[in-house]
């Protein structure tokens, strides 16, 4: 390849990398400003900044207890839903079962 290729073919190179850069600023930066504001005070939230200067994790504490009306019942009805998972797997399986000996033909006899 000569010279003005391989520098041509460099600088698209150099190009590309620049707007990769771009882009993967413009893509973690909300992430890590959503992260700098849950470890924000509440008093704090509306001054902005790069950093938190003080630091808590009082927010995720309220969030996740019982104190927040908004998740009062949240861990009770993820017990629920973890219960009805656990009972929805066994029931495909006889479902898929019964499906199964249906199309092969079997007989299919229900226990009591």
């Not at 400003?33 to 630091?55: C, I, K, N, R």
């Not at 629920?80 to 006899?109: C, M, R």
């Amino acid at each position: 390849m000569s010279a003005p290729g391989r520098r041509k073919r460099r600088g698209l190179q150099i190009w590309l990398s620049l707007l990769a850069i771009v882009i993967l600023g413009w893509t973690l930066f909300p992430v890590y400003y959503m992260l700098l504001l849950s470890f924000t005070p509440t008093d704090d939230l509306f001054q902005p900044g790069l950093y938190v200067e003080h630091p808590t994790v009082r927010n995720y504490t309220y969030t996740m207890g019982a104190d927040n009306p908004f998740v009062r019942y949240f861990w009770h009805q993820i017990g629920n839903s973890i219960v009805v998972i656990g009972g929805l797997k066994p029931g495909e399986q006889i479902i898929t079962l019964g499906a199964t000996e249906l199309t092969d033909g079997g007989a299919i006899t229900v226990l009591p």
